[in-house]
């Protein structure tokens, strides 16, 4: 089945809220809608660490039809919120149903319209919640995308930097429904688990690097998933054209080049 993903206008290389890439087409008869055509092979369920017992079980229940509702991820920018919502959706296109994933802030102003062309769609994933408060056209066209999601039997996932109760939805009966939702909070990763990220993401890429380079770069990075995953795809490219494996003295090289080129000193923080 088809995923979606919408934003206002088409562009390549969109990022959602926790810096996960997309790439996005526009759709015939969809005005300024683009549709994306697949979803980042380094967003899934299997790619994430860290993840709350029984997280990613009841995420996979959600996008799959076993579990109905809505549940709300929460954390801090740069938790993989975003990294979730995306593997929610490429899960439930797995059992055959129609997902759609939903950067709200990239409809600010104008979400009815953008809401109403996934009602056809079976799981939804609206990340960045935390962009709609304060714009009441925009708070009545989610309070009824809800209801009819729910009166339709789909599920929707949102995604949020604040728990539902801190944010200032000026809508109550809005606010009672995203109450309603079933929570899962999320952590900053600890050093083990970044460590554990690192690892895993340059084994996927087939990216040689030498446990002291990991040690090495943590000590000198965000925390954030995101800058995470965009460091090593910067590493993966320069370890490639250089034919090198990712030791200290190649890091060191690549971040000074790396900040020589855009006049910062230290790679992108938590995000």
Request: charged letters at 20%; hydrophobic letters at 40%.
């Amino acid at each position: 089945m088809t995923a979606r993903w919408w934003s206002p206008t088409p562009r390549r290389g969109s990022t959602g809220t926790d810096g996960a890439n997309t790439v996005s087409t526009t759709v015939p008869g969809a005005a300024q809608l683009p549709l994306a055509l697949r979803y980042p092979p380094d967003q899934r369920f299997d790619t994430f660490v860290g993840a709350p017992t029984g997280a990613l079980a009841q995420l996979q229940a959600l996008a799959t039809g076993d579990e109905r509702g809505g549940v709300l991820l929460q954390g801090p920018p740069g938790v993989g919120k975003t990294h979730l919502a995306l593997a929610a959706c490429a899960h439930a296109e797995t059992g055959g149903l129609r997902s759609a994933f939903l950067p709200l802030a990239s409809a600010a102003g104008r979400l009815a319209g953008a809401l109403e062309a996934l009602d056809t769609c079976d799981f939804i994933a609206l990340d960045g919640l935390d962009t709609v408060p304060g714009t009441r056209d925009d708070e009545v066209a989610l309070f009824h995308f809800h209801n009819r999601a729910m009166d339709g039997g789909r599920r929707l996932l949102y995604t949020a930097d604040t728990p539902a109760a801190g944010l200032a939805i000026g809508l109550p009966d809005l606010r009672s429904r995203l109450a309603a939702c079933t929570v899962i909070a999320l952590a900053p990763l600890d050093d083990d688990g970044r460590r554990e990220l690192l690892q895993c993401r340059a084994l996927r890429r087939g990216l040689v690097i030498e446990g002291a380079a990991i040690d090495w770069l943590l000590r000198r990075v965000g925390r954030d998933l995101g800058g995470l995953t965009r460091l090593l795809d910067q590493l993966d490219r320069a370890s490639l054209a250089a034919q090198r494996r990712v030791t200290v003295p190649f890091l060191r090289q690549v971040l000074a080049a790396e900040a020589g080129s855009d006049g910062a000193g230290s790679p992108a923080g938590r995000g």
